[in-house]
Structure formats: C-alpha cells, structure tokens
C-alpha cells in the first residue's frame, strides 16, 4: 500500500486540525507536495540542517516537526541563515516537512496530556478552556426525517460536548410555507398555504466544522429550500484550549515534586519559585511558553505550573500561592515526538517512523 504525504497530513488533521493554530502560527506542510509517495518518516521536535541530513542518512522523504523551519515568512532562499539552508537542503533532497504546532497545542490530547502522563497525573481538564469556538445550529426537519437528519450531522462531528458524543435536542411544532410557481415542495401544492408537522432540531458544533456539518445538513435534508439557523455561544470548549490541570497520585513535598519533574522529564536545571504550599498535589502544565498560563493557574488553586521561557518578573506573579517550575521549552517539548509517532503508528502500524537522534536543543548547561 503505498502512503502519500497526503494521507498522513490528513491522520495528523484529524487530530489537530490546522484550524485550531493561534493566527500567528505557521503550521502545516511547508515544503513538498501533498502527492508524493512517502518513504519513511522521521519525527523531530525542531527542523535543521542536522535533521535534514539524518533524513537523508536514513532515506526518509518526510520530515513531521512541532515547530514550523519557516514561522513568520521568506522573501529570500540565498542561505544566509539556518532556515533558508535547512529549506534548500530539503528541496534538494525532495524531502517533504510539515509542521504540527500551536494547533496541537490547543487539543486536550495534544502536547500538554505527554507531560500530564510523564507525571501521572489523574483528573486532567483543561486550564484555560477556549471561548468563542462553539456554535450552535437549528434546524426544522418533517418528523419523519428527523433521525436521518439527526444522524447525518452527527457523522459531521456535531453534537459533541465534553466527553459526549450524539448529543441533540428536539422540540415539536408546526411550519407553514407557501411555494410560488417555481417552486418544488417537498409537502403539498404550489401556490397554496402548506403546514407540516415538524421538529425543530438543535446540535452543538466547533467552528470549524460549520462548512462540513451545513454540507451534510443539506444532503439529506428533503425540503427544496432548508430552514435553519446558527448561532454563536460562548460556553467554553473542554476538548480546545491552553494548557491542562490535574492532580498527582497523592500530595508530594516539593523536594520531592522537583525530583520527579527531574526525573520523569528528563531535566538538567529547574527554575522554580517558593511556594507557601507545604505539599504539591493539583499540578498544571503548558508545554513552551506558558507564562500566560500563570494567573490562570494560581486561580485554579494549583499547587505547581510548570512551563518554560518565564520571565524575571513574570516569576513574582506567583506572589507564594504556586510553584512556577520552568523546565526549559525544549525540555518541556520533547515527547512531542513520541506523540506524533503514536498517532501516524495507530493508523499505518507497520509504516516506518523513526525518531529523530539529533539534538536540537540549542541551549547548553554548564556545571562545574
């Protein structure tokens, strides 16, 4: 069976769909086409002249990174720096990179669950929940093509909330039309005042999915002319957002909460604030730059946050209630890796995806 760089990039958006990316973001296939037969894989946090040349050690056409080679655009490739070197190595090469970053970032079984699980930690929710991704549609369908309606929207992966899946609401009423010599109804004559037994269909969908959930609405709905409406709500998504919060096994003291961030992250050096907290127990965590996180996690009475790329004085707003616990944005990353091999290996399970050996981690640390 042979793969393209298509049908991965279609495994790795269904999972984190381009859509959720933060608008300054660069995610997606950034050098390659969608058409070419993939050989291997090989999966890398960062893309770099070393990474390119493993790829081509190794014979693999694709290269899947966390951070996008070209973030805020090139008006040059003359190879006066890393990016512009590291694009050319590829296309030289015919190697293919894509990108999965702050969309994967933003789903609840992205970067932020590997961390939660190298901690173990139990009850995980979203820290900061996104607003404004939501919405709503309405729609009067005859009783009898409310299931089938029903159903085609939730193929289109509507009417999920939360952990639920198929979920709806329905209310019965009465409609009326009156259809002009144009027209072809569905249900009684032209020209003539019709009214029709029907339920008036409600299902919850994310943004994104408004063009695909319409379209499949539209497939089976019987009526010429279809009667709907969309709303936007701003409840808060539990499967979008920034960030995860859970609880630890049982309370640790904070010595032995910074051994085990230590160890199971496989960390050189923790920066880490004081703490009024004797023990550490609820714990959140933002993989990268997460020192937006920091009031939002000391609201939530977590005990510890650990992020990275914290500033001096970002480090005060910790004010004694939370131990900020910077690891470092490599560090904090790094089994990103792991998770992107897990998702292509789930569905192509004897493709060949290796991880990358290199080191991209551009900061050293100096012990005397």
Do not use: W
Not at 215 to 220: E, G, I, N
Not at 226 to 241: F, K, M, P, R
Not at 260 to 270: G, R
């Amino acid at each position: 069976m042979k793969i393209t760089v298509k049908d991965i990039i279609q495994v790795l958006e269904a999972y984190a769909p381009l859509a959720l990316q933060e608008n300054y973001d660069n995610a997606g296939l950034i050098v390659g086409s969608n058409n070419v037969v993939v050989t291997k894989i090989l999966i890398t946090l960062d893309t770099t002249e070393a990474v390119v040349n493993e790829a081509i050690a190794k014979g693999c056409n694709l290269i899947l990174a966390h951070h996008p080679i070209v973030f805020s655009g090139l008006k040059k490739l003359n190879g006066n720096n890393y990016v512009e070197r590291t694009v050319i190595k590829a296309i030289k090469h015919d190697i293919a990179i894509y990108a999965s970053h702050t969309n994967l970032d933003n789903v609840f079984k992205g970067v932020n669950l590997k961390i939660a699980q190298k901690l173990g930690l139990q009850n995980l929710q979203l820290l900061a929940p996104a607003s404004g991704k939501l919405k709503k549609l309405a729609v009067f369908v005859p009783n009898a093509h409310a299931t089938q309606v029903q159903n085609a929207l939730f193929s289109a992966g509507a009417g999920y909330i939360g952990n639920y899946s198929e979920c709806s609401f329905a209310i019965s009423g009465e409609g009326t039309f009156n259809g002009n010599a144009n027209a072809q109804p569905f249900a009684g004559e032209r020209g003539i005042k019709h009214s029709e037994n029907e339920i008036r269909l409600e299902v919850v969908y994310t943004d994104y999915l408004e063009q695909k959930v319409i379209a499949a609405l539209l497939s089976v709905h019987p009526y010429e002319e279809v009667a709907y409406d969309l709303y936007q709500i701003s409840n808060l998504h539990q499967q979008i957002g920034a960030g995860l919060i859970g609880n630890l096994p049982k309370s640790i003291s904070q010595k032995e909460f910074l051994a085990l961030v230590q160890k199971n992250m496989n960390v050189n050096t923790i920066r880490y604030t004081s703490t009024h907290n004797e023990y550490i127990h609820k714990v959140a965590v933002c993989g990268g730059s997460g020192s937006f996180l920091i009031k939002t996690a000391r609201s939530k009475s977590a005990d510890a946050f650990i992020t990275s790329d914290v500033k001096y004085h970002e480090f005060f707003d910790a004010e004694n209630k939370l131990m900020i616990a910077d690891i470092g944005h490599y560090e904090s990353e790094i089994f990103t890796k792991d998770l992107l091999k897990d998702i292509i290996i789930e569905k192509f399970p004897t493709f060949a995806v290796l991880l990358s050996e290199t080191n991209t981690n551009p900061i050293n640390y100096y012990t005397s």
